[in-house]
Antibody, heavy 120, light 107 residues
Framework: EVQLVESGGGLVQPGGSLRLSCAAS????????ISWVRQAPGKGLEWVSV???????YYADSVNGRFTISRDNSENTVFLQMNSLRVEDTAVYYC??????????????WGQGTLVTVSS | DIQMTQSPSSLSASVGDRVTITCRAS??????LNWYQHKPGKAPKLLIY???SLKSGVPSRFSGSGSRTDFTLTINSLQPEDFATYYC?????????FGQGTKVDIK
């Protein structure tokens, strides 16, 4: 079964750091494209970052310079290192797979999400 | 960045109704347009990819159309399990962007 499972969320103070993990099963992360998407309380979906199968990475303007996406092929896991966290980063964070961004396959599957709360 | 604008932001409908949601891109995105269904506490679910391709396993009452800047999601004969929020998303160029969402609730 193709599946993604996020972990690592929690409560952190403004200015702090957190690392989220996205563990994949049923496929290999190095052969595909993995994104992080978040939903702040009462808000819509916001794309955050992507790591391409070739290793290229891209970020939303709102997190560029503070967040870093990476992957460990041996663990078949993608990470999101979040530094200098702000109250407005509070959200449920999802990871999702796109099989082929060059042919618009869409994000599928998605993980169940992990909650990040930034508060003093 | 490409802006995605959905309309309406919300709508009330009855079981059996036909529902249409529109999504407009701020520039030509060809058919790099996906539609998702999202229910509270659940992971978003892919319905339509490449503007009009129905994901395997998604009921045929869902359909998508459009190209370049104007796109439509149609739900024929709305079912109780279809009450949710729907998002369009462009993957033509990064940063990939979502529409603001359309909440479909019970009339």
């Amino acid at each position: 079964e193709v599946q993604l499972v996020e972990s690592g969320g929690g409560l952190v103070q403004p200015g702090g750091s957190l690392r989220l993990s996205c563990a994949a099963s049923g496929f290999t992360v190095k052969s595909t494209f993995i994104s992080w998407v978040r939903q702040a309380p009462g808000k819509g979906l916001e794309w955050v970052s992507v790591i391409y199968r070739g290793g290229s990475t891209y970020y939303a303007d709102s997190v560029n310079g503070r967040f870093t996406i990476s992957r460990d092929n041996s663990e078949n896991t993608v990470f999101l290192q979040m530094n200098s966290l702000r109250v407005e980063d509070t959200a449920v964070y999802y990871c999702a797979r796109d099989e082929d961004v060059y042919n618009s396959k869409g994000f599928d599957p998605w993980g169940q999400g992990t909650l990040v709360t930034v508060s003093s | 960045d490409i802006q995605m604008t959905q309309s309406p932001s919300s709508l009330s409908a009855s079981v059996g109704d036909r529902v249409t949601i529109t999504c407009r891109a701020s520039q030509d995105i060809v058919t790099y347009l996906n539609w998702y269904q999202h229910k509270p506490g659940k992971a978003p679910k892919l319905l339509i990819y490449a503007a009009s391709s129905l994901k395997s396993g998604v009921p045929s009452r869902f359909s998508g159309s459009g190209s370049r800047t104007d796109f439509t999601l149609t739900i024929n004969s709305l079912q109780p399990e279809d009450f949710a929020t729907y998002y369009c998303q462009q993957t033509y160029s990064v940063p990939w962007t979502f529409g603001q969402g359309t909440k479909v609730d019970i009339k």
